[in-house]
T-cell receptor, first 109, second 114 residues
Framework: GQNIDQPTEMTATEGAIVQINCTYQ??????LFWYQQHAGEAPTFLSY??LDGLEEKGRFSSFLSRSKGYSYLLLKELQMKDSASYLC??????????WGAGTKLIIKP | IAGITQAPTSQILAAGRRMTLRCTQD?????MYWYRQDLGLGLRLIHY???????GKGEVPDGYSVSRANTDDFPLTLASAVPSQTSVYFC?????????????FGPGTRLTVL
């Protein structure tokens, strides 16, 4: 079956670095997406990886290893506004997104 | 540019009633999607449409129907609502004509069925 696993909740300190891991199993693979979702709001796109390696975009970076079925989202210089849920989603061979349940990130001052 | 709009923002509905959730996008995206989001679960695809005039079933289609008469609109209908359909519903769209592409989400409709 198809499955996405990511931690339910993480806590980090303002100014620090946090890594949110995601493992996936899909029928075929057409890329890995990360979205951010603030409470009560819609998910918004953060990153897309289809090749192995690290993609850096400002304070956020995303890594993919296709052979391991593994991705992570790295957030640097954490700010209070980064408190949100982070959703991992893998695109299968039918170009449908399979979503994880999300990781709630709590930032403490 | 509005992006994707959904209506209503929230609704309380009696079980057994019919309800249509509206979704409109102005980005000329070919593909549109309806998801539901429940606490502790990932977004689950209800129905999708790859282009105007075509629709497909997602992971949890039972009790829901959709239509795609034109590029911009993708309404979701609950023919006879049940309490298990209480959820937050998100509409999304993407331009998938060139391959995998980012999905953009509307603000959501919070539906409570009593």
């Amino acid at each position: 079956g198809q499955n996405i696993d990511q931690p339910t909740e993480m806590t980090a300190t303002e100014g620090a670095i946090v890594q949110i891991n995601c493992t996936y199993q899909t029928s075929g693979f057409n890329g890995l997406f990360w979205y951010q979702q603030h409470a009560g709001e819609a998910p918004t796109f953060l990153s897309y990886n289809v090749l192995d390696g690290l993609e850096e975009k400002g304070r956020f970076s995303s890594f993919l290893s296709r052979s391991k079925g593994y991705s992570y989202l790295l957030l640097k210089e954490l700010q209070m506004k980064d408190s949100a849920s982070y959703l991992c989603a893998a695109m299968d061979s039918n170009y449908q997104l399979i979503w994880g349940a999300g990781t709630k990130l709590i930032i403490k001052p | 540019i509005a992006g994707i709009t959904q209506a209503p923002t929230s609704q309380i509905l009696a079980a057994g009633r019919r309800m249509t959730l509206r979704c409109t996008q102005d980005m000329r995206h070919n593909a549109m999607y309806w998801y539901r989001q429940d606490l502790g679960l990932g977004l689950r695809l209800i129905h999708y449409s790859n282009t105007a005039g075509t629709t497909g079933k997602g992971e949890v289609p039972d009790g829901y129907s959709v239509s795609r008469a034109n590029t911009d609109d993708f309404p979701l209908t609950l023919a006879s609502a049940v309490p298990s359909q209480t959820s937050v519903y998100f509409c999304a769209s993407s331009d998938s004509r060139q391959g995998p592409d980012t999905q953009y989400f509307g603000p959501g409709t919070r539906l409570t069925v009593l």
